[in-house]
């Protein structure tokens, strides 16, 4: 995750570089994309629960998945987050919140349907992890600049920046190629962390629970359930935060995934079992 995240640093170093060679002002541009950035922070959480259909239960509602969280979030040292139920049928789960002390967990009714209490423990663990990762916080921060290279790239093709004519010199060119590049360098890269912190919070659900058995038994369980394709479409734009993506038939290669594949993270699972027996 380190390396990842300095090579995308290098690279708008390198695109920041670029536009105050060419003489591009974009005060205004930054700024605006940073107020964008800020809002979505702000008002991910709730836009997520509406994508879902999810709705905020209390300890009175669902007693049993209230006490399993509030567990699982002092076992990982965390203000106790918001937890949400969503009524589709598909079985999965997310977490999502700007930092721990403002966070919601939320799972599906098909997930507390299919799961047994040890593997769903497994599963919130997961979440709890992202939490304290502070993953929603990191990734909001890296699509933040993937999108102001994206921005400066539009500017930069319609002669936008520094009040240039699009046909006045080498400059617009260089900045719309580089900014072409950073943008579809960095959107391999933010692919690649995602992955890293999937497999970052599976390691802190075992270190959690102290079963890495009960979240590898969940994502085998998960992996095999079939998801019905109207809520694939229905919650396409979540995919990235689910704990196992739903793949229709033909999906893309594990480059443009935002999971690695699951029988990886099962086996990694599968060693620091093997370790922690043999502690």
Same mark, same amino acid.
């Given at each position: 995750?380190?390396?990842?995240?300095?090579?995308?640093?290098?690279?708008?170093?390198?695109?920041?570089?670029?536009?105050?060679?060419?003489?591009?002002?974009?005060?205004?541009?930054?700024?605006?994309?940073?107020?964008?950035?800020?809002?979505?922070?702000?008002?991910?959480?709730?836009?997520?629960?509406?994508?879902?259909?999810?709705?905020?239960?209390?300890?009175?509602?669902?007693?049993?998945?209230?006490?399993?969280?509030?567990?699982?979030?002092?076992?990982?040292?965390?203000?106790?987050?918001? =937890?949400?139920?969503?009524?589709?049928?598909?079985?999965?789960?997310?977490?999502?919140?700007?930092?721990?002390?403002?966070?919601?967990?939320?799972?599906?009714?098909?997930?507390?349907?299919?799961?047994?209490?040890?593997?769903?423990?497994?599963?919130?663990?997961?979440?709890?992890?992202?939490?304290?990762?502070?993953?929603?916080?990191?990734?909001?921060? =890296? @699509?933040?600049?993937?999108?102001?290279?994206?921005?400066?790239?539009?500017?930069?093709?319609?002669?936008?920046?520094?009040?240039?004519?699009?046909? @006045?010199?080498?400059?617009?060119?260089?900045?719309?190629?580089?900014?072409?590049?950073?943008?579809?360098?960095?959107?391999?890269?933010?692919?690649?962390?995602?992955?890293?912190?999937?497999?970052?919070?599976?390691?802190?659900?075992?270190?959690?629970?102290?079963?890495?058995?009960?979240?590898? @038994?969940?994502?085998?369980?998960?992996?095999?359930?079939?998801?019905?394709?109207?809520?694939?479409?229905?919650?396409?734009?979540?995919?990235?935060?689910?704990?196992?993506?739903?793949?229709?038939?033909?999906?893309?290669?594990?480059?443009?995934?935002?999971?690695?594949?699951?029988?990886?993270?099962?086996?990694?699972?599968?060693?620091?079992?093997?370790?922690?027996?043999?502690?």
């Amino acid at each position: 995750m380190l390396i990842t995240l300095s090579l995308l640093a290098l690279l708008y170093v390198v695109l920041g570089g670029v536009i105050v060679a060419a003489g591009g002002g974009l005060a205004v541009m930054v700024a605006l994309l940073g107020v964008m950035a800020l809002g979505q922070l702000w008002l991910s959480e709730r836009l997520a629960l509406r994508a879902m259909h999810a709705r905020v239960v209390s300890a009175q509602d669902a007693p049993g998945l209230h006490a399993l969280v509030e567990r699982l979030a002092i076992q990982a040292d965390v203000p106790m987050p918001r =937890v949400a139920i969503s009524d589709l049928p598909m079985p999965n789960a997310f977490a999502m919140g700007r930092s721990p002390k403002h966070a919601t967990v939320c799972v599906t009714t098909g997930l507390l349907q299919l799961l047994e209490r040890n593997e769903l423990e497994g599963v919130l663990a997961h979440e709890i992890g992202h939490i304290r990762n502070r993953d929603v916080a990191l990734m909001t921060m =890296v @699509s933040f600049f993937a999108s102001l290279a994206a921005l400066v790239g539009q500017f930069a093709a319609f002669g936008g920046l520094g009040g240039r004519d699009r046909d @006045s010199g080498p400059g617009l060119a260089v900045i719309l190629l580089v900014s072409l590049a950073v943008y579809v360098i960095s959107y391999f890269l933010m692919l690649a962390l995602s992955r890293y912190r999937e497999f970052a919070a599976d390691r802190s659900a075992a270190l959690f629970t102290g079963r890495p058995s009960a979240l590898a @038994s969940a994502l085998r369980r998960l992996e095999s359930a079939p998801a019905p394709q109207q809520d694939l479409r229905q919650v396409a734009s979540m995919q990235a935060f689910f704990i196992v993506p739903p793949r229709a038939a033909g999906a893309l290669s594990r480059v443009f995934a935002t999971h690695p594949p699951t029988q990886e993270r099962i086996a990694r699972l599968a060693q620091m079992e093997s370790r922690l027996q043999a502690a």
